[in-house]
Nanobody
């Protein structure tokens, strides 16, 4: 069974920083791409960061230069460093993993295939 658990979300003032973590159980990160997504009320889930096995990364224009994704395969953990947070960053943040043995890149547009999702961690940025 794949279980992803996100942590690190909280309420923060505009301009602040947070580091989110996603730890897996029953899943091996090594060899797999990983991603972070977010979903705000009334909006569709959107990708905010992906990382491949070669440490190559992707970010949308909305967060590029402010967010950084990284991974520690030995610890089965993926991180999202979020700097200069703004109210528009308020959302539930989820990490995503492809099925074990699926070594394709993380999709940044739907469909997202059969990804496993964590329960999410809420990030709220106040002005």
């Amino acid at each position: 069974v794949v279980e992803l658990v996100e942590s690190g979300g909280t309420s923060v003032q505009s301009g602040g920083s947070l580091r989110l973590s996603c730890i897996s159980s029953g899943y091996t990160y090594r060899g797999h791409a990983m991603g972070w997504f977010r979903q705000a009320p009334g909006k569709e889930r959107e990708a905010v960061a992906t990382i491949n096995t070669g440490r190559g990364t992707w970010y949308p224009a909305s967060v590029k230069g402010r967010f950084t994704i990284s991974r520690d395969d030995a610890a089965n953990t993926v991180f999202l460093q979020m700097n200069t947070l703004q109210p528009e960053d308020t959302a539930m943040y989820y990490c995503a993993a492809p099925p074990q043995g699926d070594y394709c890149p993380i999709s940044v547009t739907p469909p997202y295939r059969h990804y496993s999702w964590g329960q999410g961690t809420q990030v709220t940025v106040s002005s």
